[in-house]
């Protein structure tokens, strides 16, 4: 079984400055990893995945991540971010070849202050 | 292309009575998954739905929650005798479908909020 912690319940920052938003994994099997944002009362968007390849993965909205296996880690980073970044991240995963349910962490608020 | 569709967007039931949600998937999706999240937690699996096939109900409570992909229609959540605890925010995905160890990104709906009185 997978699972996903997200060490930050808040992250609060001023616009234009940098944000890493972290998130840890466990599994016994090799996995997708994603992160989702959810803005107030709607869905989830894909922010970005990492399938395979390069372990540095660039998404929407001048986000990317960095796959590193050793640790088990998928952090989100921005190096800018706007009051319009204010919104709830969520880290995923899913275990490869099966099914491709999410298992979601408990999400991270990111407050963009001015 | 008409994104994921689930309706109502919020649903007010008193304790006891049924709820049921619908989720119509992206034009082309065969394949359904419903999550659920509750108040300051994140989404958590439910079920996952291949056209009139339950693949994997690991996550559904074992009872007053059952699930339905039909040939023709929308998935359809269904909750009976409602309590409080059954509160959160329900939501729907779909994606084309899953072919071996391949990836099949799922899009997710606006998600139906329920509130049990």
């Known amino acids: 079984a997978q699972s996903v912690t997200q060490l930050d319940s808040q992250v609060p920052v001023f616009e234009e400055a940098p944000v890493e938003l972290r998130c840890n994994y466990s599994?016994?099997?090799?996995?997708?990893l994603f992160w989702y944002v959810q803005y107030p009362n709607q869905g989830l968007q894909l922010l970005l995945k990492y399938l395979s390849g390069s372990t540095l993965v660039k998404g929407i909205n001048g986000f990317e991540a960095e796959f590193n296996k050793s640790q088990t880690s998928f952090h989100l980073r921005k190096p800018s971010v706007h009051i319009s970044d204010t919104a709830e991240y969520f880290c995923a995963v899913t275990q490869v070849g099966y099914g491709n349910k999410l298992v979601f962490g408990a999400g991270t608020i990111l407050r963009v202050k001015s | 292309n008409a994104g994921v569709m689930q309706n109502p967007r919020h649903l007010v039931r008193r304790r006891g009575q049924e709820a049921r949600l619908r989720c119509s998937p992206m034009k082309g999706h065969s394949h359904v998954y419903w999550y659920r999240q509750l108040p300051e937690e994140g989404l958590k699996f439910m079920v996952y739905?291949?056209?009139?096939?339950?693949?994997?109900e690991s996550g559904m409570p074992k009872e007053r929650f059952s699930a339905e992909f039909p040939k023709e229609g929308p998935s359809i959540l269904r909750i009976q005798q409602v309590v409080r605890g059954d509160s959160a925010a329900y939501f729907c995905?779909?994606?084309?479908?899953?072919?071996?160890?391949?990836?099949?990104?799922?899009?997710f709906g606006p998600g139906t909020r329920l509130t049990v009185l």
């Open positions: 599994s016994s099997v090799s996995v997708y």
């Open positions: 739905l291949q056209k009139e096939n339950i693949i994997d």
């Open positions: 995905a779909s994606s084309p479908g899953t072919s071996g160890g391949a990836y099949n990104e799922q899009f």
